[in-house]
């Protein structure tokens, strides 16, 4: 699937990779979010997860990896909600967990490598409307013409799954586990696109987000925004192969292209080269 590089729009891509044996990196990035999931296993179970964070929203985030280590001891599954039966998945960040669910999965499937590719485009801002895509490593898989109110003429299986409240145990009880997993990569893609334009300047406390944003990890936690301003220019039309998300060949983040302006800082991006304390340009 390709990107519609005109469009003003949400991406995410997941890119799993099983790097050795009975090891599986989990990439996720997205116009707030870059987290890389390791996750270690013995071919039966869960051995250990550690994650890195690149790009954050709240200042609790990179702390919530921490969080992550009770997966130790966990099966295997295929199934994506199996992770939240094993720990509660509310004290973890919602997208280091998605990443890592998606690891465990991988894992269970004994994949080399997977890639989750999402756009959401612009939503209306009265009805919410908007056409919402997944691609899986590269191929069209699912698509929702989508409102506020959930997916417009929904058809079999998704006319019975519940919108807001329960999408993720309905899609993983009622859809074969690899189908399940896409509604739900999708699904998680489609609220979080609603951050794109926001002034997230406005909202200094997590607990101030609006109720559909606020997510189990900003709810627990109660993260304050770091003393930073977030820019639309960081999330940019990709460019070409949607350029500045996961690499397709190594799975590791390459930054967006960025201007600042003066001393402006423009996201909580601890990135390298903020971290050797050279300045934007």
Request: charged letters at 30%.
């Amino acid at each position: 699937m390709k990107f519609d590089l005109e469009a003003n729009a949400y991406r995410r891509r997941i890119r799993v990779t099983t790097v050795e044996p009975g090891v599986v990196v989990s990439a996720l990035e997205d116009d707030f979010h870059v987290f890389i999931v390791t996750l270690r296993h013995d071919g039966t179970q869960v051995i250990d997860v550690e994650c890195e964070s690149r790009r954050w929203p709240w200042s609790t985030c990179p702390a919530a990896a921490e969080s992550l280590k009770a997966l130790a001891g966990m099966p295997l599954s295929r199934r994506f909600t199996a992770a939240g039966e094993w720990t509660d998945p509310k004290v973890n960040c919602t997208h280091q967990f998605d990443a890592a669910c998606i690891a465990i999965t991988h894992s269970a499937w004994g994949r080399d490598q997977r890639q989750y590719d999402v756009e959401v485009p612009k939503r209306d801002i009265t009805t919410g409307a908007t056409h919402v895509r997944l691609g899986v490593d590269g191929e069209p898989r699912l698509d929702w013409n989508v409102t506020w109110s959930g997916i417009v003429d929904p058809q079999p299986p998704f006319d019975d799954a519940p919108w807001k409240g329960g999408f993720m145990r309905w899609a993983d009880a009622n859809l074969p586990a690899e189908d399940a997993e896409c509604a739900i990569v999708l699904r998680r893609a489609t609220d979080i696109g609603m951050g794109r334009g926001m002034d997230l300047d406005s909202i200094p406390v997590a607990t101030e987000l609006p109720k559909a944003m606020s997510h189990d990890a900003t709810r627990r936690r109660r993260g304050r925004v770091p003393p930073c301003r977030l820019d639309p220019r960081l999330r940019p039309h990709a460019g070409a192969d949607a350029r500045g998300l996961i690499s397709r060949s190594s799975g590791t983040p390459r930054w967006l292209s960025i201007r600042c302006q003066g001393r402006a800082s423009i996201h909580p991006l601890r990135d390298s080269r903020r971290r050797r304390g050279s300045s934007c340009r």
